[in-house]
């Protein structure tokens, strides 16, 4: 069996190939420019650009399972070809924000919620994982952490349990290889809540010296925050804090830490 990793070169899409690898399973990975990609010699890659359906035949073929991750951009065009070339099983990367009551509104949920009904209706078996933050999101500190700067965010008070990329990848392998995971949609977050502060505080004692932080008013964050977004975190400041053990659950192993996070992370802040 060779399952199809779109995105193979991605933050998780990388790991879900590694675990593949791993679990001695063939991987065929996508990108739009397949030779820049730095990827073990095992993987077969190939072109596939979900905007050009051209592509998708040759990607598809002798296909079982894809693990994808996908806008409504050519949708339409990659079910009907996943149908035509017998595809059996998707197990797409989508969003916690589908589910959770704070931020059902955001555009992020509404475009992710749109390709799980393409899904459902698709007649291809599926599952969905629908990850919280990305721990991944604390890099945009990073510049300013590297420099010395003070770090002026607001917000700084929001807390949320963020996921380590490798845990969705373990959870993903584990779908893809594993039999009963059909029909599901698996809500995936860290092991704790944490505010801003502490992330932040966390990759200081991680790199060894502490992060000056001040807290801004939305209103003057510029560029001008939209208003989904503050209406999205003020929503996130009142709900309380949603922790899951999906990873455990599903992969027999405690979900990572952000600290094992900013660890695995620790040269993108020095």
């Not at 193979?8 to 399973?25: E, K, P, T």
């Not at 991750?69 to 149908?83: K, T």
Request: net charge negative.
């Amino acid at each position: 069996m060779s399952v199809l990793v779109i995105g193979a070169y991605g933050g998780v899409g990388s790991h879900v190939v590694d675990g593949l690898l791993s679990a001695g399973i063939s991987a065929r990975g996508t990108s739009r420019t397949p030779g820049a990609c730095d990827l073990p010699d095992a993987v077969e890659m190939v072109r596939l650009d979900l905007d050009e359906p051209a592509t998708l035949p040759a990607a598809l073929d002798g296909i079982k399972k894809v693990f994808l991750y996908a806008n409504q951009e050519g949708l339409a065009e990659f079910v009907s070809a996943a149908r035509a070339a017998g595809v059996e099983h998707i197990v797409l990367l989508s969003s916690a924000s589908v589910v959770e009551p704070a931020t059902r509104h955001s555009r992020s949920a509404q475009m992710h919620a749109v390709v799980e009904e393409a899904l459902q209706e698709s007649a291809i078996a599926w599952t969905f994982l629908r990850p919280t933050t990305f721990a991944s999101r604390q890099l945009r500190w990073a510049p300013g952490i590297r420099s010395g700067e003070v770090l002026r965010i607001p917000f700084l008070q929001v807390r949320t349990a963020s996921i380590h990329e490798r845990d969705i990848a373990d959870v993903a392998v584990r779908v893809l290889t594993g039999a009963g995971h059909e029909g599901q949609g698996y809500w995936l977050t860290g092991p704790q809540a944490l505010t801003q502060q502490e992330y932040i505080e966390t990759i200081g004692a991680v790199i060894g010296r502490p992060i000056d932080v001040v807290e801004l008013a939305p209103e003057d964050v510029e560029p001008r925050l939209p208003e989904s977004f503050i209406r999205t975190m003020t929503e996130l400041l009142a709900a309380p804090s949603i922790v899951t053990s999906t990873i455990e659950e599903i992969t027999g192993v405690p979900a990572r830490s952000f600290r094992q996070w900013a660890e695995d992370h620790v040269k993108d802040f020095s």
